[in-house]
């Protein structure tokens, strides 16, 4: 199993990770390319503000998208960094 590491990398998830992806299809070295079995699909959501790689993301303002863990919609796989930049959340 593996998680958001940072802006689309990922490592071995921890224990009840938050951050959880999907399943490696192989061994990998860190910093090589890796094939991951996701269980969702990516949508490019504009941001309601800042949102860490890896940060749970719940709807914002007008179909925004914002971190929280209150209605969780997916896990960032990229980072925003100011409102109305576009972040890649895969949906849960």
Same mark, same amino acid.
Do not use: E, R
């Given at each position: 199993a593996v998680e958001v590491t940072g802006d689309r990398t990922v490592g071995p998830a921890g224990p009840g990770s938050t951050k959880? /992806? &999907?399943v490696a299809g192989h061994s @990998? @070295? =860190? *910093?090589?390319?890796? /094939? /991951?079995?996701v269980r969702g699909q990516v949508q490019r959501i504009k941001s309601a503000g800042v949102i @860490? =790689? &890896?940060a749970l993301v719940e709807t914002g +303002?007008? *179909? %925004? +998208?914002? =971190?929280g863990t %209150? =209605?969780?919609?997916g896990v960032a796989l990229t980072a925003a960094a100011k409102a109305g930049d576009l972040v890649q959340v895969l949906d849960r």
């Open positions: 959880y /992806v &999907g @990998a @070295a =860190a *910093g090589s390319k890796l /094939v /991951v079995h @860490a =790689a &890896g +303002a007008a *179909g %925004t +998208a914002a =971190a %209150t =209605a969780p919609i």
